[in-house]
């Protein structure tokens, strides 16, 4: 995508500049008529007053030209970057901005204490066999609005894939983490999804993982997921801390 708007980019540029050419040698070929033949005075007062209205015209044509390219460029590129880095069906962050972003905090972490918690949508699979994909897109939205509202300002949430979520943020000790994850929990056990009339009961699984110092994402990802299986293993809707 970098290439294509490269080459959109450097296409208006000469397009742009080849307007504004056209009409400096417009005008330098009126200039180059009047002082090569013997002409009367009024015709050359003509001429000068044509070769500066051709010149005085394009040139703002193709400056607007050149705006009205660039915003709509600008306009695509973001476009292009949201599709690249949102979930189509939640609208989190997708897998690839989850990477880069929570990479980026750890890094800047400095005394900061960065904790990551993984979500898993309980029994999901049998949602969308009981009542088919659109039930589970409408619990995969409805579980990702709950992270939204139930999560600290400035947490950075993404859907990892699947019935997968990640909730990333700042914390201040390791009670304040378990009372997020929690607080995750109640809320999305507290709502139920009604769909074609029927209830479905939506719970999840959390594994909860404190950055260590030098940690990758990798790592803290790694030992959330052991213990989000903690979790699973001990009859699910819960959390577990990793050790």
Same mark, same amino acid.
């Given at each position: ?25 417009? &005008? ?37 030209? &050149?705006?009205?390219?660039? $915003? ?15 979930? +189509? ?63 600290? +300002? ?18 201040? $000790? ?7 994850? /929690? ?5 999305? /056990? ?11 009961? #939506?719970?999840? $699984?959390?594994?909860?993982?404190? &950055? ?5 994402? $990798? ?7 052991? *213990?989000?299986?903690? *979790? ?8 577990? #801390?990793?050790?």
């Amino acid at each position: 995508m970098t290439n294509d708007f490269r080459h959109q980019f450097w296409k208006q540029q000469i397009q742009t500049s080849a307007i504004v050419c056209v009409g400096v040698v417009i &005008a330098a070929l009126v200039m180059i008529w009047i002082g090569t033949f013997d002409l009367d005075m009024s015709i050359r007062i003509r001429g000068l007053i044509l070769a500066g209205l051709i010149s005085g015209v394009l040139a703002p044509l193709g400056s607007a030209y &050149a705006i009205r390219q660039n $915003s709509r460029h600008l306009a695509l590129h973001m476009q292009y970057e949201r599709l690249a880095n949102s979930d +189509d069906l939640t609208g989190l962050a997708n897998r690839r901005c989850f990477n880069r972003r929570g990479a980026a905090r750890l890094a800047g972490a400095g005394r900061k204490q960065i904790a990551l918690l993984l979500v898993d949508i309980d029994w999901f699979k049998r949602v969308n066999d009981m009542h088919g994909h659109e039930a589970g897109d409408d619990v995969l939205c409805h579980v990702a609005q709950t992270l939204i509202h139930a999560s600290p +300002d400035g947490a950075l949430i993404a859907r990892l894939g699947g019935e997968e979520f990640t909730v990333m943020c700042e914390i201040s $000790s390791h009670a304040e983490l378990t009372l997020l994850a /929690e607080k995750l929990r109640r809320a999305t /056990e507290a709502t139920h999804i009604i769909y074609h009339g029927e209830p479905i009961r #939506v719970t999840i $699984s959390l594994g909860l993982a404190i &950055a260590r110092p030098g940690d990758t994402l $990798s790592a803290l990802l790694s030992r959330a997921d052991k *213990a989000l299986y903690g *979790a699973k293993d001990h009859g699910r809707n819960q959390f577990s #801390v990793a050790a």
